[in-house]
Structures are given as structure tokens and as C-alpha cells.
């Protein structure tokens, strides 16, 4: 069975320190895909990014950053210079590619919590 | 705006009764969910529906059911033989149930009992 862990619970940062977010996950699968999501206040779940198994290029968006590593099943997302609005619950997903119709389910880690203060 | 509306933004719920959540997209997505999400945990999947008049059970369906019958709409029906609904409730949707397609997300609503 696919499982995503994320181990750190809350993390709290002063604005404009970067912040790393982990992310580990489990499948027996070959070809799975992982993504990022967002949760600010208000609840709705922002997607941020999709990784694909086969590709471990790294990926940046402005202070936005992403670390795949298929050696140590990790796909980690760092946040350089912190802001206040960054401050949210940050959930890590993994979906496998299930032939057959499997309805190919998206497995979310516990998330991590990061408040950022000035 | 395309975008997914889930109604009512927040639901109370008496011992013993039925309450149905709704989402609605206009996104023209095939795939819909439901998610269950509880404080420290993450989504846990209820019910999802890969295309209209067909829907399948996740992990957690029991006390739950839905309808597909519109593509538009994934509405959520809490049952009474569900004994802790207390939880926040996000639906999604996604173009087609291709795996590397992300879900997109409504706003939630959150279910209290009274």
C-alpha cells in the first residue's frame, strides 16, 4: 500500500528564513506521481506542484523550490525568504498509475503546519 | 470564474439526522471527490466518481452516500449511522481520472453536531 509521511508537524520560522518541508513516501509502484498542495485559512487546498516518477529534474518557481530524490523516496519543498503569507498547512500527495480504473486515489501525508512570523 | 462551490460553508447536524453537502463544478471535469479532513490528520478519501451515474467507495464511505447523476454535481450525504461527522469536508475535481492529473479544490464545509 502507497503511504506519505511528514514528520514534521509545525514548524515555526521569523520571516525571510528559508524553510524546508519534508516529504517521504512509500509505493511499489514504478510510475506514480506526487504532488504539493497549500491549505491557507480558509480551507480550500491550492495545488502547487505534480512530479512524475521518471523525471527527477528539480524544480524552482520564484522562492519556491523542489527536491525529488528517488534514492530516499523523498520529494521535499523549500521555501526560500519566508513571508507571512506563506503561513499555511502544507500537505505532500502521492497518486499511483493503477491500471485497470483503480480511480488512481490520491494519498495525503498528515501535512505540516508553518507560521511564519515577523 | 470556473471553480469548484461547495455549499453550505458550515452545517450543524442533529443526533439522528441524514445531511447532504453540495459541490458543484464548472470546470467540465469527469472525476470527483470527496475528502474528510480531521485536525492533525490528512484527507482521508470517502467517495469519489470517475464519470456521471458511476461512483466507488474510498476508505472511509461508511455512514456516507452520493449521487452522480449530472456531471456538475457530487452531492454528500451524511448519514445517521454515522457516529462522528464532526470534520471539515473538501470536495475536488480533476479533468479526467488520469493519475498525473492534480485535483482541484473547493472551499470546504465543516459539520458540527449540535
Known amino acids: 500500500a502507497q503511504k506519505v509521511t511528514q514528520a514534521q508537524t509545525e514548524i515555526s520560522v521569523v520571516e525571510k528564513e528559508d524553510v524546508t518541508l519534508d516529504c517521504v513516501y512509500e509505493?511499489?509502484?514504478?510510475?506514480?506521481?506526487l504532488f504539493w498542495y497549500k491549505q491557507p485559512p480558509s480551507g480550500e487546498l491550492v495545488f502547487l506542484i505534480r512530479?512524475?516518477?521518471?523525471?527527477?529534474q528539480n524544480e524552482i518557481s520564484g522562492r519556491y523550490s523542489w527536491n525529488f530524490q528517488k534514492s530516499t523516496s523523498s520529494f521535499n519543498f523549500t521555501i526560500t525568504a519566508s513571508q507571512v503569507v506563506d503561513s499555511a498547512v502544507y500537505f505532500c500527495?502521492?497518486?499511483?498509475?493503477?491500471?485497470?480504473?483503480?480511480?488512481?486515489?490520491?494519498?495525503f501525508g498528515t501535512g505540516t503546519q508553518l507560521k511564519v512570523e515577523l | 470564474d470556473g471553480g469548484i462551490t461547495q455549499s453550505p460553508k458550515y452545517l450543524f447536524r442533529k443526533e439522528g439526522q441524514n445531511v447532504t453537502l453540495s459541490c458543484e463544478q464548472n470546470?467540465?471535469?469527469?472525476?470527483m471527490y470527496w475528502y474528510r479532513q480531521d485536525p492533525g490528520q490528512g484527507l482521508r478519501l470517502i467517495y469519489y466518481?470517475?464519470?456521471?451515474?458511476?461512483?466507488q467507495k474510498g476508505d472511509i464511505a461508511e455512514g456516507y452516500s452520493v449521487s452522480r447523476e449530472k456531471k456538475e454535481s457530487f452531492p454528500l450525504t451524511v448519514t445517521s449511522a454515522q457516529k462522528n461527522p464532526t470534520a471539515f469536508y473538501l470536495c475536488?475535481?480533476?479533468?479526467?481520472?488520469?493519475?498525473?492529473?492534480?485535483?482541484?479544490f473547493g472551499d470546504g464545509t465543516r459539520l458540527s453536531i449540535l
Open positions: 475536488a475535481s480533476k479533468v479526467f481520472s488520469g493519475a498525473n492529473q492534480p485535483q482541484h
Open positions: 470546470l467540465n471535469h469527469d472525476a
Open positions: 509505493t511499489r509502484d514504478t510510475t506514480y506521481y
Open positions: 466518481s470517475q464519470i456521471v451515474n458511476d461512483f
Open positions: 512530479r512524475n516518477s521518471f523525471d527527477e
Open positions: 500527495a502521492l497518486s499511483e498509475d493503477v491500471r485497470g480504473g483503480g480511480g488512481n486515489k490520491l494519498t
